[in-house]
């Protein structure tokens, strides 16, 4: 199983940018997916994530209302749709995914066993 993260990049507090992870080697769409992210000096921490069936989505508090999670499943991606960015927001995104088909969405990165390489997202003040 391979992810592949992209569409990181510098934008101004405020702004936006689309985050994709697309997978090979496994069918997204059997499998919870989560996207992570570390900040220099800082524990990685959860982001977002979404049910196998994409039914339902998480978020960690203070993405709500500003990131969503969504799935493609022809295109066998997912993406984390990241709006009104905030300085602290600055950070390496990691898209991940469970080992276990139908698993449940796990805000602990220890239950996901494959991880993409990560993309650089810089939000300017």
């Known amino acids: 199983v391979q992810l592949q993260a992209s569409g990181g990049g510098l934008v101004q507090a405020g702004g936006s940018l689309r985050l994709s992870c697309a997978a090979s080697?496994?069918?997204?769409?059997?499998?919870?997916m989560g996207w992570f992210r570390q900040a220099p000096g800082k524990e990685r921490e959860f982001v977002a994530g979404i049910s196998w069936s994409g039914g339902r989505t998480y978020y960690a508090d203070s993405m709500k209302g500003r990131f969503t999670i969504s799935t493609d499943n022809a295109k066998n991606t997912v993406y984390l749709q990241m709006n009104s960015l905030k300085p602290e927001d600055t950070a390496v995104y990691y898209c991940a995914t469970d080992s276990a088909p139908y698993a449940a969405v796990y805000t602990d990165q220890r239950k996901y066993r494959y991880w993409g390489q990560g993309t650089q997202v810089t939000v300017s003040s």
């Open positions: 080697g496994r069918t997204l769409s059997n499998y919870a």
